[in-house]
């Protein structure tokens, strides 16, 4: 929603928000409403609390105030400090169990055929978002849509769950974690499973298939609602003239390597779906009717992307992260090519070590203060290589301590990777980093990752 990296806004765990160092950043919406546009929204935009009241009128036309994430629990009520993104209108029976009864929960058993009727909610309030939009002939209009699912618990009607047969589901390839991987790489989840004791065992077989069995359906049960969101802009009139870009703010793992859910830095933690749709674009003659490409491209795109489709400047005097994504969309050779817009792909995240014996072991750091933070772990995709530098973390300065010894450092080959890679079990299974045969390798991938890293006033995109 900023455009901005962590280390910039300075946001990790869930508990600090970007207005606390940069209250005069532009956001998305902002840019919209500086352009005397509309800027409207319902759901999970921003987390609950983080910014209050989702950013109020800096980011949202009054239209849109005040904001709405339309269950209760899921938006920024008062009645309690606690705030949650994930929290459904309607919760499953074992999570009822859980928070009543201190029952255990799991990627194996906490999911529920009730549909996340939240998802229904915010669709609806985006539809009437639309219309207003359309009434008020405001031009250009922003409308942002923030679904939970498919968050955990993973919630599905009937019809979502009877598309992913538990016979189709099949067990990863792996399941255990890669070869040569440093411990402080690894966050262990589900631990009150008891055959679960560490990362080098899987959850069972039986829990697997169907924790991923939901996950699909959960997917499809948002693929669902959202397809009333894109007949309205039919029905509308909206289509031929409005982007639609549609996006995860994270990937998501699903015992692949071992791994559940998604703090780490492996790929599939880190890659997100991305869609967008300008018909003027379009060129029939020259584009396929999907047209797609494996360039590299970040999130941080996003906000530059929107602001050249909406025909908006970028405000004056911020800088950005990100770069403008319009070349892939207009360019069908070099999406032929896979001609990217950048030469690298950057993620990050934090660890706090508690177990320097088992540095994998309760590790996490939502909801923990950034000064407890032990290391960062920074990781750059090129299209050929996965490297990551795990940096020792200066508690105090909240920024890395480059001059320090490397704590631990990942290499993963990507050189013979499909394309359009569907099978999520080929990647990041072998760390080659401290093999002599790729040190050329670590060493030019360790200066990139540091010049792209190590000064963090140095961005892709500025106005001035």
Request: glycine residues 6%; charged residues 20%; aromatic residues 10%.
């Amino acid at each position: 929603m900023t455009g901005r990296r962590p280390d910039r806004s300075k946001c990790w765990n869930f508990i600090n928000h970007f207005r606390e160092n940069h209250p005069e950043w532009t956001t998305i919406p902002g840019m919209f409403l500086k352009a005397s546009g509309l800027a409207l929204g319902s759901g999970k935009v921003f987390h609950p609390k983080i910014p209050p009241e989702y950013d109020g009128d800096r980011s949202w036309s009054s239209a849109a105030l005040p904001f709405r994430n339309p269950c209760w629990n899921t938006a920024d009520q008062n009645t309690t400090k606690f705030q949650d993104g994930g929290l459904p209108c309607v919760p499953c029976p074992v999570d009822i169990d859980h928070y009543v009864f201190k029952a255990n929960i799991s990627v194996a058993n906490e999911f529920c055929e009730i549909d996340a009727y939240e998802d229904t909610l915010s669709i609806d309030d985006a539809i009437s978002m639309l219309n207003k939009a359309v009434d008020s002939g405001s031009s250009p209009f922003y409308v942002a849509v923030g679904l939970h699912k498919p968050h955990m618990p993973w919630q599905f009607s009937a019809e979502d769950v009877a598309k992913h047969p538990i016979g189709d589901i099949k067990l990863p390839v792996q399941r255990t974690p890669p070869q040569n991987m440093p411990p402080i790489a690894f966050h262990f989840t589900d631990d009150s499973l008891p055959e679960h004791a560490d990362p080098w065992t899987p959850v069972s077989a039986n829990g697997t298939l169907y924790a991923r069995q939901a996950y699909r359906a959960a997917v499809t049960g948002m693929d669902r609602k959202l397809g009333k969101l894109l007949h309205a802009l039919d029905t509308l009139g909206l289509t031929p003239t409005t982007a639609v870009v549609l996006h995860g703010d994270h990937g998501w793992q699903l015992g692949e390597l071992g791994e559940w859910r998604k703090m780490t830095n492996f790929e599939n933690a880190v890659r997100v779906p991305l869609i967008i749709r300008a018909p003027w674009l379009s060129q029939p003659q020259t584009l396929s009717r999907n047209p797609r490409t494996a360039a590299l491209v970040e999130l941080v795109d996003i906000a530059v992307t929107i602001a050249e489709l909406a025909g908006i400047t970028l405000p004056a005097n911020e800088t950005f992260d990100g770069v403008s994504l319009i070349p892939l969309l207009t360019s069908p050779a070099g999406r032929a090519n896979n001609q990217s817009v950048k030469s690298v792909a950057l993620s990050q995240y934090p660890r706090r070590i508690v177990d320097p014996s088992n540095p994998w072991r309760g590790n996490g750091i939502i909801r923990t203060d950034r000064t407890k933070f032990t290391h960062m772990g920074y990781s750059i995709r090129t299209l050929q290589w996965r490297y990551t530098e795990w940096v020792v973390w200066n508690q105090t300065a909240l920024v890395p301590e480059w001059g320090a010894p490397v704590h631990a450092r990942e290499l993963y080959d990507h050189r013979n990777d499909s394309a359009y890679a569907v099978d999520f079990d080929a990647y990041d299974t072998d760390n080659v980093a401290a093999d002599p045969a790729y040190a050329s390798v670590v060493m030019e991938l360790s200066k990139t990752l540091r010049g792209h890293f190590n000064d963090t006033a140095v961005t892709a995109h500025a106005n001035t």
